[in-house]
């Protein structure tokens, strides 16, 4: 049995997600449902329970300030919101898991199968957590990436650029490291701000603070910092080129 606490300040989204988890997941048991982020960090810190679902904006206070005072490292955090904003992005960088309102009976069942395998492998959220709040701080500051053997936390600005390798992903970093990911290209392409690591063909996105060379031609390429060349893709030139520029 799985133990859970609901924040949640709408009644009718109390009602929902009581509803959703009392007919497809029995092994959920409902300890507490609260409606503000006082009363959440109390009974959190109480209750001690495996998992949290987690209204991102409450009434004078966010989930975000409920995070920032109670040890959640041994607790499961599962957003709900409405709203697909930044704070989503936050919490895509962060790899922590998430739930859109109206609330999908598939992908609530998803999230607590996750959740299920990280409270039997006892995986510690810390660096998760860590890794939201300096991002709502400092937006795209860091990002966690998943491994075979689990999550690399790294700084976004240590990334010169990522390429693609079937389905995994390699990252270079700027000390010459080497980070292999169990997630695709195309999944980063769709978290990460294109402002930053822009993607320059079909097996590369780069970090436009490390290019220092443009060069034009047939094939177009540019040359990084640590002297890479990669090369560009006729279809990202323009918008490379103008970001380029704005910068």
Known sequence: MINAII????????????????????????????????????????????IVFLDIELKLKSAFDILDSVDCSNIKIIFTTAFEKYAIRAIKYAALDYLLKPIDIDELDDAIKKAEQRISKKENNFEHIQTILSNLKKPNSRIAIPTIEGYDF????QITHCQADSGYSIFYLKNSKKIVSSKPLKYYQNIVDQNILFRVSKSHLVNLAFIKKYVKGKTPYVILTNDESINVSINFKNTLLEKMHNK
């Open 7 to 50: 924040v949640e300040d709408e009644p009718k989204g109390q009602e929902v997600i009581i509803e959703l988890l009392t007919q497809f997941q029995p092994n959920v048991n409902i300890l507490k449902v609260i409606d503000n982020a006082e009363s959440a960090a109390i009974a959190i810190n109480e209750l001690n329970p495996d």
């Open 154 to 157: 790294i700084a976004i600005d």
